[in-house]
């Protein structure tokens, strides 16, 4: 007689609620027996569903500090995922845009990539260079080769890559050599809904306030036309965003999770100035009918429709965003319109998605699940 497959989730640092981490919600939803693992997670000040998880951790998460630091502890990654032993799953399926794709199984492994590790691939110069310190620049380079020859062939262990976008399907053929299916994540279109009042005159950014994102175009933008903008997050870069913002730009920091419905659904459009990989704060405002203006590069040209859902501008400076602004301010956004172009993402869309990709990695690879 068969028994059910023991199925295993990882995801990389359980720290944050966002786009990676509700794409991992909806897995564990979607079997809801598994047992969930991730490289470093926080204990407390979580939203509530993820502190119902309770992913068990690795040695990271034993060192002070490193949940809010997890960045800094990049050398230790590659260790920390070793240290995972999943031998006995018969089912991995692993979320990652770093390390934990890298976990050994002897069972059926699923990677849904996030991305590629950005800092050793697509980032990798931009990363060294952004270093003060010719030893530390050298020091980082030698390390973040060391990743990438450790991330190539800890992907060539992996069953089967599912890729979150055509973008990151490119990268995963370019940097791992692998082939992908592409299952987009999905977007809460219950939660997220048009509000019944008008939108404010204000222009919002949601975003980790790190380089790659330019947030600075966002600041530069609004504080040259005088228009009122709200960002939302943090990241190492606030300090200089706040040198460089006029008095029109606001800093929330940290927004709760009940509060962002109403910011989207009342902000004049979303600012997303760096390319994405996917982009899952795009649909959701755009599920809440209003409008976003974004780097037409990457996974843009899949969730933003050109003049339906937003704006997207083809060159990276502070001109071509304050151009693609005032475009917007001048047309007519209909709400019904610009959710249509989220409601292709819906959950249930996911779960059969994935759920297709699973049963086919299963029936490749397909152990005897005999009960005992």
């Known amino acids: 007689m068969k028994r059910e497959p023991r199925v295993a989730l990882v995801h990389d640092w359980w720290v944050s609620l966002r786009g990676g981490e509700r794409v991992f919600l909806g897995l564990a939803r979607m079997f809801p027996h598994a047992d969930c693992f991730t490289l470093i997670r926080r204990r ?9 998880l309770r ?9 002070p500090g490193s949940a809010r630091h997890h960045r800094a502890l990049l050398p230790l990654y590659p260790l920390a ?11 991995v399926i692993s979320s990652s845009s770093g390390f934990c794709h890298g976990v050994r199984t002897s069972g059926v492994h699923v990677c849904y990539c996030h991305a590629p590790f950005r800092y050793a691939w697509n980032e990798y110069d931009e990363t060294v260079a952004r270093q003060r310190s010719p030893l530390t620049r050298a020091a980082l380079g030698t390390i973040l080769r060391r990743v990438r020859q450790l991330d190539n062939r800890a992907a060539q262990r992996v069953t089967t890559y599912v890729a979150n976008s055509e973008t990151v399907k490119r990268r995963i053929g ?6 992908s299916v592409v299952v987009h994540p999905f977007v809460d279109t219950r939660r997220f809904q048009p509000v019944p009042s008008p939108a404010a005159d204000y222009y919002l950014v949601v975003s980790q306030l790190l380089p790659y994102k330019r947030v600075d175009l966002a600041v530069e933008a609004c504080t040259r036309l005088h228009l009122p903008l709200l960002v939302v997050g ?11 913002a006029g ?16 910011l989207f659904g009342s902000c004049k459009a979303l600012l997303q100035c760096g390319e994405e990989d996917f982009g899952i704060t795009a649909l959701e405002v755009e599920a809440c009918g209003r409008p976003v203006i974004a780097y037409g590069v990457g996974a843009a040209v899949e969730t933003v429709i050109h003049n339906q859902s937003g704006l997207c501008f083809d060159v990276s400076s502070v001109e071509a965003v304050e151009d ?7 047309m007519q956004w209909d709400p019904a319109t610009v959710r249509s172009a989220a409601e292709r993402y819906d959950e ?8 297709e990709v699973v049963a086919a990695a299963m029936s490749i690879r397909s152990p005897s699940y005999v009960t005992t």
């Open 55 to 63: 992913p068990r951790s690795t040695f990271l998460s034993h060192i």
């Open 81 to 91: 995922v070793r240290s995972l032993n999943l031998h006995d799953y018969d089912l």
């Open 247 to 262: 008095p029109t730009v606001r800093f929330l920091g940290r927004v709760g999770n009940t509060e962002l419905p109403e």
């Open 234 to 244: 943090e990241g190492p870069e606030r300090p200089a965003l706040e040198r460089l």
């Open 348 to 355: 249930e869309h996911f779960r059969k998605a994935m759920g």
């Open 324 to 330: 693609a602004i005032q475009k917007t301010r001048t």
């Open 44 to 52: 407390s000040g979580l939203p509530p569903e993820m502190m119902a």
């Open 174 to 179: 370019e940097y791992y050599q692998r082939e």
